[in-house]
């Protein structure tokens, strides 16, 4: 991506939860897109803006460093790369456009159904297994317990019955997952959904005028779906 480029940037899911419900969004706006499977940039037919396909948990940064213009990401790893930041010293900053009525998951904190749980005492001293530390460590500090964690990028729910982990803490959807894996959900941490962010640093006024034509029409399609 040029840094000086006219055509605003939007960085989207390439493949996962988000992905295609933020397309449509886009899409139903107007936008009209070509999408290459292999394909990290695809080009807006119809407008000048670019659409950038990467992981959702580097959506965050790329707007925070001014890398992309906007991006459609779940408030989960939004709110996980802010803290990470912050406690890293590197800039966190983005503005918040819309909440978005799509994505909805929340962080949930889930224990081996066998295992008995009374209350978030019952976590101290163990070990959490997660995606999430930040969020985590945030949680329980506020709640004041004193558990440990793993850091594992995937295949969370299976840490308990691996012996990795007393319990796990990872988003929650359907609860699909957790009951697949003999998991029972016992506290929420962190409810999220889908949101756009911008970018603080300065956009050109054609740039500017593009996102004043986006938001209406966001509003409009969601509004539509209630
Ligand atoms: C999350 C989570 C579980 C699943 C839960 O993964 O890690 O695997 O969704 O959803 P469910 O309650 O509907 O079963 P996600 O797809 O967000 O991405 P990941 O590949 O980063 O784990
Ligand atoms: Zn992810
Ligand atoms: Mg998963």
């Known amino acids: 991506v040029q840094q000086n480029s006219s055509r605003l940037t939007i960085a989207i899911q390439k493949s996962g939860r988000l992905s295609q419900a933020s397309l449509a969004l886009l899409e139903a706006c107007g936008f009209r897109f070509s999408l290459h499977e292999a394909k990290l940039l695809a080009h807006c037919q119809n ?21 992309v213009d906007l991006g459609l990401v779940g408030e989960n790893v939004l709110e996980e790369v802010r803290l990470k930041r912050l406690a890293t010293q590197l800039e966190a900053k983005f503005k918040l456009l819309r909440s978005l009525d799509y ?24 070990r959490i297994a997660t995606t999430y530390p930040y969020l985590l460590q945030n949680y329980l500090q506020r709640v004041g317990v004193a558990a440990n964690t793993a850091v594992l990028t995937g295949s969370v729910e299976v840490a308990p019955r691996a012996g990795l982990a ?50 209406p029409r966001i509003d409009g399609v969601q509004q539509a779906r209630e």
């Not at 959702?56 to 001014?66: A, E, F, N, R, Y």
């Not at 224990?111 to 008995?116: C, D």
């Not at 007393?166 to 003999?182: K, M, P, Q, R, Y």
């Open 47 to 67: 407008q000048p803006v670019d659409l950038l396909r990467v992981r959702d948990d580097d959506i965050p940064g790329l707007v925070m460093d001014g890398v």
């Open 166 to 215: 007393d319990a796990i803490c990872d988003l929650v959807s359907t609860g699909a997952t957790l009951e697949a894996n003999g998991l029972v959900e016992r506290e929420v941490i962190f409810r999220s959904q889908a949101q756009l962010i911008q970018r603080t640093t300065p956009l050109s006024s054609a740039k500017q005028s593009i996102i004043d034509q986006l938001l």
């Open 103 to 126: 994505g909805q998951c929340r962080l949930a904190i889930a224990l081996p159904k066998e295992v008995p749980y009374q209350g978030i005492q019952d976590l101290v001293g163990k």
